[in-house]
């Protein structure tokens, strides 16, 4: 039980339990676009690949988000930004002072990906994108946390 201090410093006992519920609004979605948009340019990701990592079907969509500096408010979208952030969190965490492996990870070829680049791999099929999207983030979890030993 979490006591809180209260106005004249009276202890208030908090019995309720509070959940996380998380939102699909404006203001997630402008936060979403901007740091999507940003990790984008980052690591040089094309347009023509945003739109399938972002599980959209025309480049249009894309643009009109850009301009506006959000993205659609919808789970699977919030999902797959938030997919990709954690493959960012991750890179950033096993090569903390190496930006330029970071920009470059997602387009180098490695076995552990059939010989292909994780964005390849994405990119290949727009269908199952958002799965290996949550694969890519979970080879790299496991290897942040020693369960595979290589990620050539």
Known sequence: MVKFTGPENQFIQNTERREFIPKLDREN?????????????????TPKDQVI?????????????????????????????SMLLGIVKNLNIIYPRNPEVIRDWLHKKRNIFRGKSALELIIEDPIQSQ??????????????????????
């Open 29 to 45: 979605a402008a936060l979403l676009g901007k740091n999507f948009f940003k990790i984008c340019e980052e690591l040089k990701i």
């Open 53 to 81: 990592l972002l599980g959209q079907k025309h480049i249009r969509t894309l643009n009109n988000w850009r301009k506006g500096k959000t993205i659609g408010q919808t789970w699977d979208v919030f999902n797959r930004v």
């Open 131 to 152: 799965s290996t999207l949550f694969t890519i983030r979970r080879v790299l979890d496991m290897y942040r946390n020693g369960v595979i030993v290589e990620l050539n």
